[in-house]
């Protein structure tokens, strides 16, 4: 296994939730983290909570100017980049007769296009030393939420395009994997104006019992599988669920 210790790795979407979690993980491992998102003041929040480790770079990772200068950042920080975390994503939700082509839009720039794009600007980078570059993909893909095509969707493609750059990008010793998170209560829906934060709580904590481990789980709980698959030297291609067992379908007896 590859050590965390000394690693660079750029997490997109490290202000909150996920990367957040996964930026304080590695951080605390002696990785050098920079964190990227749209609101300065998130990531400042996190990146004081961290210490030196961690670097916060505003910016919209749907531009390509701030993907460059995100890219760039990350490289100063870390002198060069080993892992690309492409976790910033959003959610876009309703019924089909009422969703808009700029919405649909929207996400699929978040949550694949941009993603796909900063991989290939990362490339350069990661194949000095070999590097890792991990996907997030979502239980949506295992279980049907009825009103969720568009946010489906986007985690279905990122769950094919993994194992297509995995078999790309194999001989430059860059390895490209997908963790399946489950229910992790963050900010995903109070973002996208769906929940405040305490229906969003009650209603994911409502969930527990789909799960067969009968809880939700935590940003750590992603963080650790993450962190599996940045350091292990001969996985490539993996969709990896972690998910508590929400993604098996329970069924009552
Ligand atoms: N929580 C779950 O139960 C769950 C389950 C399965 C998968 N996931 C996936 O996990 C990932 C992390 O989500 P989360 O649950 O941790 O939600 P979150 O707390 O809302 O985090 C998502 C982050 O992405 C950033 N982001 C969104 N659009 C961006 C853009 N254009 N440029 C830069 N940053 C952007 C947001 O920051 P700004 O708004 O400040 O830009 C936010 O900090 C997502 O890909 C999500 O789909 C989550």
């Given at each position: 296994m590859r050590d965390i210790a000394g690693m660079s790795v750029l997490i997109t979407g490290g202000g909150?939730?996920?990367?957040?979690?996964?930026?304080?993980?590695?951080?605390?491992?002696?990785?050098?983290?920079?964190?990227?998102?749209?609101?300065?003041?998130?990531?400042?929040?996190?990146?004081?909570?961290?210490?030196?480790?961690?670097?916060a770079v505003a910016g919209d990772i749907t531009l390509g100017a701030d993907r460059e200068r995100i890219v760039a950042e990350a490289v100063r920080h870390g002198g060069g980049l080993q892992a690309l975390i492409n976790n910033a994503g959003n959610m876009y939700r309703g019924p089909i007769t009422a969703l808009t082509q700029d919405k649909l839009l929207e996400v699929f720039n978040?949550?694949?296009?941009?993603?796909?794009?900063?991989?290939?600007?990362?490339?350069?980078?990661?194949?000095?030393?070999?590097?890792?570059?991990?996907f997030?993909?979502?239980?949506?893909?295992?279980?049907?939420f009825p009103g969720a095509s568009p946010y489906a969707a986007t985690k279905g493609a990122v769950e094919a395009?993994?194992?297509?750059?995995?078999?790309?990008?194999?001989?430059?010793?860059?390895?490209?994997?997908?963790?399946?998170?489950?229910?992790?209560?963050?900010?995903?829906?109070q973002r996208a104006?769906?929940?405040?934060?305490e229906t969003a709580r009650k209603r994911l904590e409502g969930m527990a019992g789909l799960h067969a481990l009968r809880r939700i789980g935590?940003?750590?709980?992603?963080?650790?599988?993450?962190?599996?698959?940045?350091?292990?030297?001969?996985?490539?291609g993996a969709v990896v669920d972690v998910d508590g067992g929400l993604g098996l379908g329970l069924t009552a007896g």
């Open positions: 909150s939730g996920l990367g957040a979690g996964t930026a304080q993980y590695f951080a605390a491992r002696g990785a050098r983290v920079t964190i990227c998102g749209r609101r300065a003041d998130k990531l400042a929040a996190v990146s004081e909570r961290i210490g030196g480790r961690c670097h978040a949550n694949v296009i941009s993603g796909m794009l900063l991989t290939g600007l990362a490339v350069p980078h990661l194949a000095r030393d070999g590097g890792a570059v991990i997030i993909g979502s239980v949506h893909t295992r279980r049907a395009l993994t194992k297509v750059l995995a078999a790309e990008l194999g001989e430059q010793r860059i390895r490209v994997n997908c963790v399946v998170p489950g229910a992790v209560f963050t900010e995903i829906n104006g769906l929940f405040d934060d935590s940003p750590t709980e992603i963080a650790e599988a993450i962190a599996y698959l940045c350091c292990a030297e001969w996985t490539t």
